[in-house]
């Protein structure tokens, strides 16, 4: 192996500029006159050691026909090898343009940094080479009986009958791309594999909130569709299954809203195409005829052309859409003809059963629209879609409609199988039982919206203070209660079996960077169920997404358990008002169709 050393200039010059320009003037006058130039004393600056001792070793390699081969690297007039100047692996800096043109091109190097062992490895021919110099590296490792070994450097030739696995990092969490699975049992396997290869070592797939409500990691798990080419590929052999599939989530939008994460809406990773831009959905419904009529099978980069321009959010960015097309036929990208459809509204879930819950909702609903068409105009929600599908009742009202779907056409999946997905996203959050009625407050879905942008930076900033609750009376007795939030009496919604509901959004911390900063939230909530007839309290609540008494918490919950114990003590009964007579104030649009009332439009 050959010690590979920093470039003393360059180091010079990076981290003790004011001698660097010492010597440059040095040599500039000695050379006038003749005169050499003036020695540096490295030993006089700091950190001079990075230089003087190796960076690294690198050992010439190659490999032919006849076997592998290597050689001593020599530049001419040069006493050292000097990698060029940088900061990233000493394999990336190797100085081959100067070394002899009947030299090797390849190297394979070591080095440490920071506090890591590290081997790069060099671009090798073929897939059979880089596996054996591997396995040399391993074996060489245990002999040695090293430390683990960080490999990095280039990986093998790709071969599309590979099943590949890749990791990557991304803020706050670990990106792991599955290989592709034919069968729903193969899916399974993978995905348990990586549940319990990363609860082995610590990792997990959701975090605490500081008031103990159980997030997502914010890292998604899109679900991606295809076939084994782009010309054997479900969508082109089917033109309709796309156009079908597009109809029914519209339709639906507790598809879009159920297994996403916190950011919904325009401004989220995913927006559906009715909330991105004005008059789009006419388009759309264009294009998704153009679908339908298509023979099979369909020329593959038309299907892309159809669905590139409609398929995307409100700044016209392609890859950030529900259903993304960008992986399907696209000629402006490498990795753009792999024949697949991206579904992105889907978050990574807690749990296994979660996850594997939701593929077979989606496989099972592609596998029904392959023979059974989803035909119509694309649904049009209106202000229901940001008001009414926000609310627990309602979305699963909707999502038992999807369930209704697969049993009709012979997929029966039970409804107890995606109840601990509505309970993750939309937790119970206090609920009460008395002499023929119930009363529950439950989480509810908010839409946060972008704020301008500030700085020119590559992310967006949200305004998250506002807050959604949904209230719900249910029991033989519900249609004889009002319920009062803040002294304000809210108009509840009549739903199937003789419950009532409704939305309340109230401003849940203040933000003066947000949308609205002169906005101050009224915390605790006030929440009063009243007996129409007599007009007195039958219960008070108070409720809060922080701490009731007020304050901060002193950092986030340390477990499940200290997490449960906090978003228990955010709602608690008020007996003290029990009997009292109700005092509150009718809206004068109590008879909107609106199912939420938005507290923040009633000030003072």
Same mark, same amino acid.
């Given at each position: ?15 003790? &500029? ?42 010439? +390699? ?22 060029? =100047? ?46 054996? +110099? ?5 074996? @060489? ?22 099943? $590949? ?22 899916? $399974? ?24 409500? !159980? ?40 598809? *879009?809203? $159920? ?13 559906? =195409? ?33 669905? !590139? ?15 993304? @097309?960008?992986?399907?036929?696209? =000629? ?46 694309? &649904? ?77 930076? %590559? ?50 911390? %203040? ?62 009964? @008020?007996?003290?008002?029990?009997? *009292? !007579? ?17 507290? !923040?439009?009633?000030?003072?």
């Amino acid at each position: 192996p050959i010690p590979v050393f920093e470039d003393a200039a360059a180091w010079l010059w990076r981290h003790h &500029p004011a001698e660097a320009a010492k010597l440059r003037l040095t040599v500039l006058r000695d050379s006038r006159t003749l005169g050499a130039p003036r020695q540096v004393d490295w030993q006089q600056l700091d950190g001079w050691e990075s230089i003087a001792n190796p960076a690294g070793w690198a050992l010439p +390699l190659d490999c032919s026909e006849e076997g592998w081969r290597s050689e001593n690297w020599v530049i001419p007039g040069e006493s050292e090898f000097s990698l060029l =100047p940088g900061e990233s692996a000493i394999g990336l800096r190797l100085p081959l343009h100067r070394l002899p043109t009947d030299a090797l091109r390849r190297a394979i190097t070591a080095e440490i940094r920071d506090g890591e062992f590290t081997i790069f490895l060099p671009p090798m021919p073929d897939f059979d080479r880089f596996s054996e +110099l591997v396995a040399r590296v391993e074996q @060489v490792t245990q002999e040695l009986d090293l430390p683990p070994v960080a490999l990095e450097g280039y990986p093998p030739i790709f071969d599309p009958a590979w099943e $590949c696995l890749s990791l990557a990092s991304d803020p706050g969490v670990i990106e792991v791309n599955l290989p592709p699975a034919v069968t729903f049992s193969e899916l $399974c396997q993978g995905l348990r594999t990586l549940h319990e290869s990363a609860t082995s070592i610590g990792l997990c797939a959701r975090k605490l909130a500081f008031n103990g409500r !159980r997030f997502g990691t914010g890292g998604g798990a899109h679900i991606l569709f295809g076939g084994p080419s782009l010309e054997d590929n479900p969508f082109v052999q089917r033109p309709h299954l796309l156009a079908s599939f597009i109809r029914f989530l519209g339709a639906h939008p507790s598809l *879009s809203y $159920c297994f996403t994460g916190a950011y919904l809406g325009p401004s989220c990773q995913a927006p559906r =195409p009715d909330e991105t831009i004005p008059g789009l959905l006419e388009e759309l419904e264009i294009a998704l005829g153009a679908l339908d009529t298509l023979r099979a099978p369909a020329d593959p980069q038309f299907i892309d052309r159809l669905l !590139r321009s409609l398929l995307l959010d409100w700044h016209g960015n392609t890859h950030r859409a529900e259903l993304c @097309v960008d992986k399907f036929c696209n =000629p402006f990208s490498p990795g753009g003809r792999l024949g697949v459809i991206e579904l992105r509204a889907v978050e990574m879930m807690p749990e296994l059963e979660m996850n594997l819950a939701v593929n077979l909702l989606f496989r099972g609903l592609l596998t029904v629209m392959m023979e059974h068409r989803v035909t119509g105009p694309f &649904p049009r929600h209106g202000m229901a879609l940001h008001d009414r599908f926000l609310l627990p009742l309602v979305i699963q009202q909707d999502f038992e409609e999807v369930l209704e779907f697969l049993s009709s056409h012979g997929i029966d999946l039970p409804m107890s199988w995606f109840r601990p997905i509505f309970e993750f996203r939309m937790p119970l959050l206090g609920a009460w039982r008395s002499d023929g009625l119930e009363f529950e407050l439950r989480q509810a879905l908010e839409i946060w919206s972008a704020m301008g942008d500030s700085g020119g930076g %590559t992310s967006r900033k949200v305004d998250a203070a506002t807050d959604r609750i949904q209230l719900r009376l249910s029991g033989e007795r519900a249609d004889q209660f009002d319920v009062a939030v803040n002294g304000w009496k809210i108009p509840l919604k009549e739903a199937a079996g003789g419950q009532r509901f409704a939305g309340v959004r109230f401003q849940a911390f %203040t933000n003066d960077y947000g949308l609205n900063p002169h906005l101050r939230p009224r915390l605790p909530l006030q929440i009063e169920v009243v007996d129409r007839e007599s007009g007195l309290i039958r219960r008070a609540m108070e409720y809060s997404p922080w701490l009731l008494e007020g304050g901060y918490y002193p950092g986030r919950p340390r477990d499940e358990a200290e997490a449960r114990v906090r978003e228990a003590r955010r709602f608690r009964l @008020v007996p003290d008002c029990v009997g *009292s !007579r109700a005092e509150f104030r009718s809206p004068a649009d109590a008879g909107s169709e609106r199912a939420t009332f938005d507290l !923040r439009l009633r000030r003072e």
